[in-house]
């Protein structure tokens, strides 16, 4: 069992910064990642690491401009957001795949992002 929390969201003028954490507990963790849902929008993916190397992959409308990373002795993810825009603006929602034989997918709570124009 794994439970996700996220942290760091708020509001930020467009081209400001934000660092958003989310602290897993459990293990056998695979992959951790970001996903956010506008309103009135599908949930999209934002950008994801693989625990084991390290691995990223970013959605298009964010590479450049946000970073996923990972500390394992804190058992940690974190998405430092830069040169945020007013259409970055939607919940993030924390994400684990978790499990030696049957993986599962977990959800955090959810932390909302918004940047004014």
């Known amino acids: 069992q794994v439970q996700l929390v996220e942290s760091g969201g708020g509001l930020v003028q467009a081209g400001g910064s934000l660092r958003l954490s989310c602290a897993a507990s459990?293990?056998?963790?695979?992959?951790m990642g970001w996903y956010r849902q506008a309103p009135g929008k599908q949930r999209e993916l934002v950008a994801t690491?693989?625990?084991?190397?390290?691995?990223?992959n970013y959605a298009t409308s964010v590479k450049g401009r946000f970073t996923i990373s990972r500390d394992s002795a804190k058992n940690t993810m974190y998405l430092q957001m830069n040169s945020l825009k007013p259409e970055d603006t939607a919940v993030y929602y924390c994400?684990?795949?978790?499990?030696?034989?049957?993986?599962?997918?977990?959800w955090g709570q959810g932390t909302q992002v918004t940047v004014s124009s």
């Open positions: 459990g293990s056998s963790i695979n992959a």
């Open positions: 690491i693989i625990t084991d190397g390290g691995s990223t």
């Open positions: 994400n684990a795949i978790a499990g030696r034989f049957i993986p599962r997918t977990y």
